[in-house]
């Protein structure tokens, strides 16, 4: 799995943008990390997260990771000094090695990532029984961040149990403030079709968050697009794997899933919508249980490649049709029933 795949991501929790002038000003180094400690004391802890967070971004946009990480860094040493006299700084603490750790998975650094891991893990778990929003949102994330760090060693239940935990995390947050967490939800759930290795717990817990994510998507900003769009395309290239593998009836479950994502995004009939449409075709006609759906699916599709005028995608369904090797099925009794002479 790709080390761009972190929680620091731009995509993932929306940046409250009233935290953008003191951002510049720290990365251009206009403001000292003492004056910004004292500027995050008058701030909640999801102002002051989110200040970290675009500086921290910034800087790597930048690709001055390195000099990212020795301020997260300095600035921690300030929290901890400040920790035991006032109690809220904690948390501070908790976020900085949360960020750390996406900082460090970014670099590759896997032990390093996992060292902050576990020290942000120890803080949080003074109080386990937290249900608020600073605890959730610093562990949701942290978990998405060494659910991919174990996946990357091997360890795969012990990633498959963190990363459930992060979406049912997300998930709790995003009902309160879908705006903020909705793409971070989705991008957890986009992480399943790579971490789980069963691909029925997979469709499964996709189908199971379905009513969440339509949330989401009737809102649509930016993130959460972005975020879907994600998901439909490793929904679609799973599909596309498990086709070639010659499991169709699998195949079908994630091409529906991608098509349902899709069209929440697209209201409108798009030629992604037919690539797509014809891929599922193709797999329903490959399951005895389901050909007859498929062959109907597909002799809509010409109608809608001929309007579109995607005269490649009209020549692929008419292969696939004539190539099917459908153990009796009437190809041509279902065309001339659809198109009559």
Do not use: W
């Given at each position: 799995m790709s080390t761009t795949q972190h929680s620091l991501q731009p995509l993932f929790v929306a940046i409250t943008s009233q935290v953008e002038p003191l951002a510049s000003q720290a990365v251009n180094g206009e403001i000292t990390p003492t004056a910004l400690r004292h500027a995050m004391t008058e701030m909640d802890?999801?102002?002051?997260?989110?200040?970290?967070?675009?500086?921290?971004?910034?800087?790597?946009?930048?690709?001055?990771?390195?000099?990212?990480?020795?301020?997260?860094?300095?600035?921690?040493?300030?929290?901890?000094?400040?920790?035991?006299?006032?109690?809220?700084?904690?948390?501070?603490?908790?976020?900085?090695?949360?960020?750390?750790?996406?900082?460090?998975?970014?670099?590759?650094?896997?032990?390093?990532?996992?060292?902050?891991?576990?020290?942000?893990?120890?803080?949080?778990?003074?109080?386990p029984k937290r249900k608020d929003e600073p605890f959730l949102s610093t562990l949701a994330p942290l978990l998405y961040d060494i659910a991919l760090l174990h996946y990357d060693h091997g360890e795969y239940k012990q990633a498959e149990r963190e990363l459930e935990?992060?979406?049912?995390?997300?998930?709790?947050?995003?009902?309160?403030?879908?705006?903020?967490?909705?793409?971070?939800?989705?991008?957890?759930?986009?992480?399943?079709?790579?971490?789980?290795?069963?691909?029925?717990?997979?469709?499964?817990?996709?189908?199971h968050y379905q009513v969440a994510s339509n949330t989401y998507l009737e809102m649509l900003n930016q993130g959460v697009e972005k975020a879907a769009n994600s998901l439909v395309e490793s929904l679609t290239n799973e599909g596309d794997t498990l086709m070639k593998m010659g499991r169709q009836r699998e195949a079908v479950q994630y091409y529906l899933r991608a098509l349902k994502y899709l069209t929440r995004l697209e209201p409108e009939f798009t030629l992604r919508q037919l690539h797509l449409s014809i891929s599922l075709g193709e797999a329903l006609l490959s399951v005895k249980a389901s050909r007859?759906?498929?062959?109907?699916?597909?002799?809509?599709?010409?109608?809608?490649?001929?309007?579109?005028?995607?005269?490649?995608?009209?020549?692929?369904?008419?292969?696939?049709?004539?190539?099917?090797?459908?153990?009796?099925l009437d190809i041509l009794g279902f065309w001339h029933k659809i198109f009559p002479r």
């Open positions: 802890f999801t102002t002051a997260y989110d200040l970290i967070r675009a500086i921290t971004r910034r800087l790597v946009e930048e690709e001055r990771v390195e000099e990212a990480i020795q301020e997260i860094k300095d600035f921690d040493a300030l929290v901890e000094r400040r920790g035991e006299e006032d109690g809220r700084l904690l948390d501070f603490h908790a976020a900085l090695m949360q960020i750390l750790t996406s900082l460090y998975r970014h670099l590759g650094q896997t032990d390093d990532a996992l060292h902050t891991a576990a020290a942000a893990l120890t803080l949080l778990s003074q109080n935990k992060a979406v049912k995390l997300f998930e709790r947050l995003a009902r309160t403030h879908p705006e903020r967490y909705g793409a971070a939800h989705l991008l957890a759930m986009n992480a399943t079709t790579q971490v789980y290795r069963s691909r029925v717990k997979q469709v499964n817990t996709l189908a007859e759906k498929g062959v109907h699916l597909l002799n809509t599709m010409l109608h809608k490649a001929t309007k579109l005028g995607a005269n490649d995608d009209h020549r692929r369904i008419v292969e696939i049709l004539s190539n099917t090797k459908n153990g009796g």
